[in-house]
Nanobody, 121 residues
Framework: QVQLVESGGGLVQAAGSLRLSCAASGSIFSIIAMGWYRQAPGKQREVVATATSGGSTNYADSVKGRFTNSRDNAKNTVYLQMNSLEPEDTGVYYC???????????????WGQGTQVTVSS
């Protein structure tokens, strides 16, 4: 199996910063992409940022210039540095990874348990 364990959420005032971490462990051959989604109350889950193993990163328009997604491939870990936080960034943040468990298999998606980020105005 594969486990994704997140950490780093919390309560912060607007304009503040937080750093989320997500470490993948278990039976892993390689990780194709690793990133973050979030879900605000009453809204659908949306992508925040994703990074491929080659270093290519995509961001939602709402976080460009404020958030930075980075990967440590050796540690199977992804980080989300969130600066200039806004109340609209409030939600549960989920780590997501596309994992190939064994050579020759295709990737499967895995999710973390989620970590709450609350930004007060």
């Amino acid at each position: 199996q594969v486990q994704l364990v997140e950490s780093g959420g919390g309560l912060v005032q607007a304009a503040g910063s937080l750093r989320l971490s997500c470490a993948a462990s278990g039976s892993i051959f390689s990780i194709i992409a690793m990133g973050w989604y979030r879900q605000a109350p009453g809204k659908q889950r949306e992508v925040v940022a994703t990074a491929t193993s080659g270093g290519s990163t995509n961001y939602a328009d709402s976080v460009k210039g404020r958030f930075t997604n980075s990967r440590d491939n050796a540690k199977n870990t992804v980080y989300l540095q969130m600066n200039s936080l806004e109340p609209e960034d409030t939600g549960v943040y989920y780590c997501n990874a596309g994992v190939i468990r064994f050579y020759g298999q295709g990737p499967s998606p895995y999710w973390g348990q989620g970590t709450q980020v609350t930004v007060s105005s």
